[in-house]
């Protein structure tokens, strides 16, 4: 009885710890570094936004490790290619989807963590409007590190959907 008893202590406080961080993690706020879920969707809320509206690169920048990078998988003459930019460089081209409007919306989600790593696979898709017909999808791969009590981007790379190149259906929510 004793045993039977000890173990049901056990299986309430596993219980009660899952369900306080998986809380936790739906209340992250947009920019919280502190939760996967926190720093994926802050990315997401701040390159977001209305034409000419400006965005948050403070914030957004905050989100990304020193030396971290960005890549955008391309197709150059027909040949897969892949542009590698600074973070900075990154931002600092930003100026089209400012004055053009730009919605990217986290459409499914793929997390696998190991001790202080994580890839995140996450199936977005692009509008212009926040209303607006959808005009692109791909796929976001990102590589994370916890480091002082915090997530930090390490890589976010890219690869749009095309004729040639659809999302698998293990990663569409459609």
């Known amino acids: 009885m004793k045993?039977?008893?000890t173990s049901v202590f056990f299986l309430f406080f596993v219980f009660t710890a899952i369900a306080q961080e998986m809380k936790s993690e739906a209340?992250?706020?947009p920019n919280s570094t502190k939760t996967l879920s926190g720093i994926?969707?802050?990315a997401y809320q701040g390159i977001s936004g209305e034409a000419g509206s400006s965005r948050e690169l403070t914030k957004l920048k905050e989100l990304y490790a020193p030396n971290a990078i960005i890549f955008k998988n391309t197709s150059v003459d027909g040949k897969p290619s892949r542009q590698v930019l600074s973070v900075e460089e990154f931002f600092s081209g930003m100026s089209d989807i400012r004055?053009?409007?730009?919605?990217?919306?986290?459409?499914?989600?793929?997390?696998r963590v190991f001790g202080n790593i994580a890839?995140?696979?996450?199936?977005?898709q692009i509008r212009n409007k926040k209303n607006g017909p959808i005009i692109s999808r791909g796929i976001n791969s990102m590589q994370l590190h916890f480091k002082d009590n915090r997530?930090?981007?390490v890589a976010w790379g890219w690869d749009g959907e095309s004729a040639e190149n659809k999302i698998p259906a293990s990663f569409d929510a459609n």
């Open 3 to 5: 045993h039977n008893l």
């Open 119 to 124: 890839q995140v696979w996450s199936t977005y």
């Open 27 to 29: 209340k992250a706020s």
């Open 151 to 153: 997530w930090w981007s």
């Open 40 to 42: 994926v969707s802050g």
């Open 99 to 111: 004055e053009s409007g730009f919605f990217e919306e986290e459409i499914n989600r793929e997390i």
